[in-house]
C-alpha cells in the first residue's frame, strides 16, 4: 500500500485490509435502485492520511481510522446498507482499531462541487484515496468469495 507508506507496517496493513473489506462486504443488497450498487472511491481521511503524522505511545496500540466512500447512487448511502459491513470490520479487526464510515454519493460530491462546500472539498483533497474505480482493478472473485465466506461463517 504505497499510498500510505509514510506509516508503519501494522497499520498499513489494517487500511489494506479494511479497504478490502468495505469494497467485498458492500453488495448493496436492500436497495431498490436502478443501476447495482458500485463503489467509486474510498479515501482516508483525518491524521493517518496526512503524510507528516509520527507515531506516538497513544496511537501505538489503538487506532481511530475514518474512511469516506463514494458510491454510484444516492440510495446507497443509507446507513442501514452499511451496518453489515461495520460489524464485520469490527469483527475483523478488533478493538485495535475504531473504524468510521461515511458514505456520500456520486450526486452528493457533483453538489459540494457547485456549491463550493469547504467542508467536504478539503477532506477529500487532503485525504488519501486508497481506491478509485476507474484506476484500481476490481478485486477477483476468489477474494470477493473469500471475504464474503468470513462475512457470513463469522455473521
Known sequence: MARVGHLIRRKQQEIEKITRIIRAAFTGTGALAPEPARIIRIVLIGPYARRSWIEDRDTLDHADYEFWIVVNHPLFTDTALWEPVEA??????????????????????????????????????????????????????RERAMWQRRATRRG
Not at 95 to 119: E, F, G, K, N, P
Open 88 to 141: 464485520f470490520i469490527a469483527r475483523e479487526v478488533g478493538r485495535r482499531c475504531a473504524v468510521s464510515l461515511t458514505v456520500y454519493s456520486r450526486q452528493d460530491i457533483r453538489t459540494a462541487r457547485a456549491t463550493r462546500d469547504t467542508y467536504i472539498l478539503d477532506r477529500l483533497e487532503a485525504g488519501i484515496t486508497l481506491y478509485r474505480a476507474k484506476r484500481d482493478a476490481p478485486l477477483g472473485r
